[in-house]
C-alpha cells in the first residue's frame, strides 16, 4: 500500500513538473517571439527618459497594475529616477468615479502635467482596456513617448511610439512575460 502511494504521489509531481515545464515554455516563447529590435527600442526609451531626467508614467490593472507599481519602485529605487504609478486608491476612486473608468489615467496624466519628454509606457494584457488605450492615447497626442506591451490579439491598435505583441492567450503568461522584459530593461540599466 504504501509503495503504490509513493508512486501515485510521484505520478502527481511529474504532472506538475510537466504543466510547469510547458508553462515556463510558453513564457519563454512569449518573449523571444518579440523581435530584438523591438525590446532594444523600449529600452533605448527608458534610457533616454532616465539620462535626460524625463518622468516615466506606468498604466496597468490588475495584476498589470500590480507590475507596473513593482517596476516604478524599481527605477526609483534602483536607478534614482522618478517613475510614477498610480497607486493611491482614494484618487483611483475619484478618477473613476468622477470621469468614468474610462477617462481616469488620462485625468491622472492631465492633472499630473504630462508634458511631451514624458514616457507613458501602457500594459494591458489583453489589449483592449479602455483607460489604458484613452491614455496612451491622450499622451500620444500630447506628444510624450507612448507604449504598449500587449497579448491576446494581435489586431491594429492606434498608433503609439512603440507596441509590443506577446503571442499568447494566457494573462499569467503575458504578466509574466512583460514583468520580465521591463525587468531586463531594470537590470540593462543598472549595469
Not at 505520478?11 to 510547458?22: D, H, I
Not at 532594444?40 to 490588475?62: D, P, T
Not at 501602457?122 to 513617448?145: M, Q
Not at 499569467?172 to 512583460?178: A, K, W, Y
Amino acid at each position: 500500500i504504501r509503495f503504490k502511494s509513493v508512486v501515485k504521489h510521484r505520478g502527481k509531481n511529474l504532472v506538475m513538473e510537466k504543466n510547469l515545464s510547458k508553462f515556463n515554455h510558453n513564457i519563454t516563447k512569449a518573449i523571444t517571439e518579440v523581435p530584438d529590435k523591438k525590446i532594444n527600442k523600449l529600452w533605448e526609451m527608458v534610457e533616454s527618459s532616465v539620462n535626460r531626467g524625463n518622468r516615466i508614467f506606468l498604466l496597468g490593472n490588475g495584476g498589470s497594475h500590480a507590475i507596473c507599481n513593482h517596476i516604478a519602485t524599481d527605477f526609483e529605487k534602483r536607478l534614482n529616477h522618478p517613475a510614477h504609478s498610480l497607486s493611491n486608491p482614494g484618487l483611483i476612486t475619484c478618477y473613476a468615479n468622477d470621469y468614468g473608468f474610462d477617462q481616469m489615467y488620462v485625468e491622472w496624466l492631465d492633472r499630473f502635467g504630462l508634458i511631451p519628454t514624458d514616457l507613458v509606457i501602457g500594459v494591458s494584457s489583453s489589449g483592449s482596456s479602455p483607460d489604458i488605450l484613452n491614455a496612451l492615447e491622450f499622451a500620444f497626442i500630447k506628444g510624450s513617448l507612448t507604449s504598449l506591451i500587449h497579448g491576446f490579439d494581435e489586431r491594429p491598435i492606434a498608433a503609439y511610439d512603440l507596441t509590443i505583441y506577446l503571442d499568447s492567450q494566457n494573462y499569467g503568461v503575458v504578466e509574466l512575460s512583460t514583468e520580465i522584459i521591463l525587468h531586463y530593461i531594470v537590470e540593462r540599466l543598472v549595469e
